[in-house]
């Protein structure tokens, strides 16, 4: 059993349960009305700007992510041919 092929997903995994999770946590506040106090408020502007600034970081990691499961995955291969 090849290690490479055991853990080959686990850094895309691993991101996807992270935000699965935290976007699990902000719906759940949202339907509580937690979040009814910073909707509701006259800084809804910067409570978008926050959003926005999140959805970028979340696509910016998701890239990173990603570039690095593939550079992994042509490193292992480099690897499996070479030995």
Request: glycine letters at 8%; aromatic letters at 16%.
């Amino acid at each position: 059993m090849e290690i490479i092929g055991i853990y080959r997903y686990l850094l895309l995994v691993r991101f996807g349960l992270f935000n699965l999770v935290a976007v699990s946590l902000v719906i759940g506040a949202f339907l509580q009305g937690w979040l009814d106090v910073i909707l509701g408020a006259k800084l809804v502007e910067f409570s978008a700007l926050i959003g926005a600034l999140f959805v970028y970081g979340l696509v910016y990691c998701a890239a990173w992510v990603w570039m690095s499961l593939i550079n992994f995955m042509m490193r292992a291969r480099e690897r499996s041919f070479v030995t």
